[in-house]
């Protein structure tokens, strides 16, 4: 394939018979992923001897040469030989647009290399700025990445979060008991810290991971490290009202071990968020998964039901509801929540 930053198209006005049947005409396409497809009439040529290109201004954006006869233009279905052959390619413009705008693409093809280019057709479509820089995985899933990726790439967790989410921590002040002692069991960068502290709860973190002990340090919270092979957390029994755990216990190994010592270290009620696996079959049929809910240290997936009967294990009264509106609506246009949360007091 021709190498799209240099290439560069003079036109020719000569015509070939054809049509591009996508994009259509004034549809919104993004900058760095244009999907081209279309047909022409080549006669009796054999499209194994064809190249179709196309651009934007001068400038070659993407091309193919695998075109096919297409079968169902011809009325002997049994024959697949026809003189109307298919293309399809995947375009994208060497430089990114800043913003959006009209741009206008033209399809070629040409028999031989250096031959004239015969115009397939052109049409205008509005360009959308992919932003894959200001996008999650952005970085790492551009057009141009030729390094085989593996799955801790993808599903790596992502970076620690300094600000917690708004809903989150809403139901956290809504069900906490007032001026409570609150331990944050899996604090991460203390995202939840300065919102029960502002509203006059007592809070103290507590974290394994040494880069979030150190966000924490840097943003003066108060915390304690605990270390990653050690079963007892370092608080007394009973020493705090309530904890908090918010996004943890799908990433804990024993998760039994792991509740029984948040229940040692509380008096009074323990608030829980995690994914919530039951969304899954209510995106199926747009083919969707949420992706955090593919995060690779995931190891634990909890519906209303299994979050409920593991924290019954530990806890004398547990209460589950879901919150978090995906921003992704059902086929039927019926907004899922993303999140569980579970109340459990002892």
Known sequence: ????????????????????????????????????????????????????????????????????????????????????????????????????RDVKIRVTATRNPGQIKYVIGELSVQAVSSALDRKHYGDVLRPTQKSLLHRQNIYGSGPPVEEANPEAVRLMLEYLPRQSRVLDVGCGAGACGPPLIAAGHSWLGLEVNPVCCAILDRRNLPYRQSKPD?????????????????????????????????????????????????????????????WHLLEADHKNFFTRASLQALLWQHFRIVEVFSYAEH????????????????????
């Open 230 to 290: 050690e079963k007892v957390f370092p608080v007394k029994n009973q020493e705090f009202d309530c904890a908090v755990c918010i996004e943890v216990l799908e990433h804990i190994g024993n998760p039994n071990s792991f509740l029984s010592e948040i229940a040692r270290a509380i008096r009074q009620r323990a608030i829980f968020s995690v994914p919530n696996l039951e969304i899954i079959p209510y995106f199926a049929s747009l083919q969707v998964v949420p």
């Open 1 to 100: 394939m021709s190498t799209i930053e240099n290439s560069r198209f003079f036109p020719e006005n000569s015509q070939l018979r054809g049509k591009i049947d996508k994009p259509r005409p004034h549809e919104r396409v993004f900058d760095q992923a244009i999907s081209i497809s279309g047909r022409i009439d080549l006669g009796s040529a054999e499209p194994s001897s064809w190249r179709v290109q196309a651009w934007s201004d001068e400038t070659l954006i993407g091309e193919t040469g695998l075109l096919f006869f297409d079968p169902e233009s011809h009325p002997d279905k049994k024959s697949f030989r026809t003189d109307v052959a298919r293309f399809r390619l995947l375009a994208r413009f060497p430089q990114p647009i800043d913003s959006e």
């Open 327 to 346: 921003p992704v609506p059902t086929r039927e246009g019926i907004p899922v929540d993303a999140h569980l949360l579970a109340v459990a007091d002892k």
